[in-house]
């Protein structure tokens, strides 16, 4: 399947920022809905953001207000801009793509993940 490259992880320490890229070759982003997701250590992978072809955005609620994501269609390329960094955001961050929102993340592409820490 379509290889997702992450970057952009590393380790920020409380209150800073990162911002990681989900780059998609192979297909045309603007058709696909997007996402980001994380795990964390002995816990489930949650949703973090999601984004729609049709630009709208939705949010978990423990990262409203501080993360971001947005798609740079010409470019192929989706972002996650994290702001205010807790240490509860320590986790690896996937970044998903499906073609629809009937469509089940479990049932698209995935990355390899990302990981990010946030410790002092």
């Known amino acids: 399947q379509v290889q997702l490259v992450e970057s952009g992880g590393g380790l920020a320490q409380p209150g800073g920022s990162l911002r990681l890229s989900c780059a998609t070759p192979g297909f045309v982003l603007s058709t696909h809905v997007m996402g980001w997701y994380r795990q964390a250590p002995g816990k489930q992978r949650e949703v973090v953001a999601v984004?729609?072809?049709?630009?709208?955005?939705n949010y978990a609620d423990s990262v409203k207000g501080r993360f971001t994501i947005s798609r740079d269609n010409d470019k192929n390329t989706v972002y996650l801009q994290m702001d205010s960094l807790k240490p509860e955001d320590t986790a690896i961050y996937y970044c998903?793509?499906?073609?629809?929102?009937?469509?089940?993340?479990?049932?698209?592409?995935w990355g390899q993940g990302t990981q990010v820490t946030v410790s002092t």
């Open positions: 998903n793509a499906r073609r629809s929102m009937l469509v089940s993340a479990s049932r698209g592409i």
């Open positions: 984004t729609t072809s049709d630009g709208s955005t």
